[in-house]
């Protein structure tokens, strides 16, 4: 596709699915019907036309609440149905290689999420499909699209805080807090692989890239302290409890506590836990350079906390609301301190993905960037075994 608009100036449809309706393709599903209401200019107007999913009746129910006209129990009639353009695959981690590189050799665009697979092999196979037929991919790194985190880097690149020379990124969560969470397909190193390191860690290396440049070594240590949980009963979707069912173990990561050196020559601290009591997706980063800091909290997404100048010594610290300068803040708010939401950034994630598609130049995050996170995440986990610095 080339043409960014059909005869009459209507935007150019791009015909989509979905595969695996949990929680995170209600997300994506969500994400392609809202790209119209807030970017009217297009270039592209994605158009739900199926979904899939094995578990019993969900495809048909999120195909009723979307309007698409096709629901599928088996992920593959996606790749044989002709009508569709691209792909959303939002299946747990060990099912991302085999259906992402099918998509890929359907011929069809691909969104995935990340970890993108179990292992850097795992995403470097969807990024080799991608780039042998030419065809797009976008990869759900989503804490980059926020609007904060472009102006920070945007800072960043200026100087507006001298060089860097260290950082802590942290990615906490308490989705695994409770000892009943249910033993679901996360907890089996199979077919969650390496745990919170893919499940939050991956998101932390990419904003380390993103923002600071690319790692050259490290070292890592991990745990598991909630060792035994709970079987489910019944398809879970999210993170649900389970009691009185029979124990099985835990076999990959609650928490991962890495030391980077960068390329730069930067040190940074990048910690990630799934049970962190108290810390429910408390995420963010603290960066500081020979002249000053920059601040930011997920939490607190429209807000950076930065100290700029050069008096060095208590040198203070102001509160800064981004705006419609920063990223795409302006295509959700008209003006600062006007709150967006985690689903906002899966819009602007879908609405790059189509603009790549229309115009063939990659935006946002692809299979390349899973591939240099994934590889980030293997040489922690070779660090973790050996006890030493691993060099990337």
Not at 154 to 165: C, E, Y
Not at 228 to 248: I, Y
Not at 332 to 348: E, H, R, T
Request: charge should be negative.
């Amino acid at each position: 596709m080339t043409d960014s608009a059909q005869p009459g100036g209507a935007l150019q449809p791009v015909r989509v699915a979905v595969i695996g309706m949990g929680w995170m393709g209600r997300v994506h599903a969500q994400a392609y019907t809202r790209v119209p209401h807030h970017y009217p200019q297009g270039p592209a107007r994605p158009v739900l036309v199926a979904v899939a999913d094995d578990v019993p009746g969900r495809a048909a129910e999120f195909a009723d609440r979307f309007g698409a006209e096709r629901a599928y129990t088996d992920w593959r009639d996606v790749l044989t149905d002709d009508d569709i353009d691209a792909v959303s695959v939002t299946v747990p981690n060990f099912l991302h290689r085999e259906i992402g590189t099918a998509v890929l050799e359907a011929g069809k665009h691909l969104w995935i999420e990340k970890p993108v697979g179990l292992t850097a092999d795992d995403a470097r196979a969807v990024d080799e499909a991608a780039r042998s037929r030419d065809l797009v991919t976008a990869v759900g790194f989503n804490y980059r699209n926020a609007p904060a985190v472009e102006a920070a880097r945007t800072m960043i690149a200026d100087g507006a805080i001298g060089t860097v020379t260290h950082a802590r990124f942290r990615f906490f969560s308490d989705y695994a807090a409770h000892p009943d969470g249910a033993l679901t397909w996360r907890y089996q190193r199979a077919r969650g692989g390496n745990g919170v390191l893919g499940d939050l860690g991956s998101h932390g290396v990419d904003l380390v890239r993103f923002l600071l440049g690319d790692i050259d070594s490290l070292v890592a240590d991990a745990a598991i302290f909630i060792p035994e949980r709970s079987e489910p009963s019944g398809a879970t979707s999210g993170h649900q409890l389970a009691t009185g069912g029979v124990r099985g173990t835990v076999e990959n990561e609650d928490y991962v506590g890495a030391q980077l050196r960068l390329v730069s020559g930067a040190r940074c601290v990048l910690e990630a836990s799934r049970i962190a009591v108290g810390e429910p997706n408390s995420y963010g980063f603290e960066i500081h350079g020979t002249t000053g800091m920059i601040r930011w909290d997920y939490r607190r997404m429209g807000e950076l906390e930065t100290s700029l100048g050069a008096t060095f010594q208590d040198q203070p610290v102001s509160t800064v609301y981004v705006g419609p300068g920063s990223g795409d803040f302006a295509a959700f708010q008209p003006g600062s301190a006007n709150p967006m939401g985690y689903d906002d950034l899966k819009v602007i994630e879908a609405q790059r993905f189509m603009r790549s598609i229309v115009t063939g130049t990659p935006e946002g995050a692809t299979a390349a960037d899973a591939v240099r996170s994934a590889r980030a995440l293997d040489a922690m986990t070779e660090s973790i075994a050996a006890g030493c610095w691993v060099t990337l």
